[in-house]
């Protein structure tokens, strides 16, 4: 079985940054889509962001278009997610989630497997 451990999550004041990494273990991720996903308190885990297996194609959601990046490192079998320009409301628990389809779906019934989460919490 394979297993996602993210890293990176922390407390933030609002315009500030932070990196969340994503790392592989017991499966090779490459041939997979892998994104995050959010959730906040009291409110439904919510897309974020996707990276094709090749990452050659990204995918985000409205909210933090302009602010976020994923990319991918295959060779060491991890994804990642720079977040800038933080805002209150980016504060919730940070998935990272994989899928053997080809396609980036936004759906969280789609990713199989998931990571426990990081927290993210953006202070004013």
């Known amino acids: 079985q394979g297993q996602l451990v993210e890293s990176g999550g922390g407390l933030v004041q609002a315009g500030g940054s932070l990196r969340l990494s994503c790392a592989a273990s017991?499966?090779?991720?490459?041939?997979?889509?892998m994104a995050w996903f959010r959730q906040a308190p009291g409110k439904e885990r919510e897309f974020v962001a996707g990276?094709?297996?090749?990452?050659?194609?990204?995918y985000y959601a409205d909210s933090v278009k302009g602010r976020f990046t994923i990319s991918r490192d295959n060779a060491k079998n991890t994804v990642s997610l720079q977040m800038n320009s933080l805002k209150l409301e980016d504060t919730a628990v940070y998935y990272c989630?994989?899928?053997?389809?080809?396609?980036?779906?936004?759906?969280?019934?789609?990713?199989?497997?998931w990571g426990q989460g990081t927290q993210v919490t953006v202070s004013s």
């Open positions: 017991g499966r090779t991720f490459i041939w997979y889509v």
């Open positions: 989630a994989a899928s053997s389809d080809g396609i980036v779906f936004r759906i969280p019934g789609r990713y199989p497997f």
């Open positions: 990276i094709t297996r090749t990452g050659d194609s990204t």
